[in-house]
Nanobody
Framework: QVQLVESGGGLVQAGGSLRLSCAAS????????MAWYRQAPGKQREEVAA???????NYADSVKGRFTISRDNAKKTIHLQMNSLKPEDTAVYYC?????????????????WGQGTVVNVSS
């Protein structure tokens, strides 16, 4: 089994910063792409940022220049540093990972999701 656990959400005023973290655990052979998604009330879930195993990031236009995604392959963690937060960043943030699970040549792909962490930005 594979598990993703997020942390770091909370309430912050507009212009402030938060740092989200996500740790993967379980029967993991390798982790490919890791990403952060968010879902605001009444809206569809959207990708915020993603990072490859080679540390190449990609950002949604709405967060470019404000958010930074990083990754520690050894610790199986990713982080999302969010600066200059805006009320429209308010959402539940989810960690996602493209994982190859298993061992001893018995592998299977797993599209893993965390339980979500709430980010609330007040104006």
């Amino acid at each position: 089994q594979v598990q993703l656990v997020e942390s770091g959400g909370g309430l912050v005023q507009a212009g402030g910063s938060l740092r989200l973290s996500c740790a993967a655990s379980g029967s993991i052979f390798t982790i490919n792409l890791m990403a952060w998604y968010r879902q605001a009330p009444g809206k569809q879930r959207e990708e915020v940022a993603a990072i490859t195993s080679g540390h190449v990031p990609n950002y949604a236009d709405s967060v470019k220049g404000r958010f930074t995604i990083s990754r520690d392959n050894a610790k199986k963690t990713i982080h999302l540093q969010m600066n200059s937060l805006k009320p429209e960043d308010t959402a539940v943030y989810y960690c996602n990972a493209d994982i190859v699970s298993g061992s001893d040549y018995d592998y299977k792909p797993v599209d893993a999701w965390g339980q979500g962490t709430v980010v609330n930005v007040s104006s």
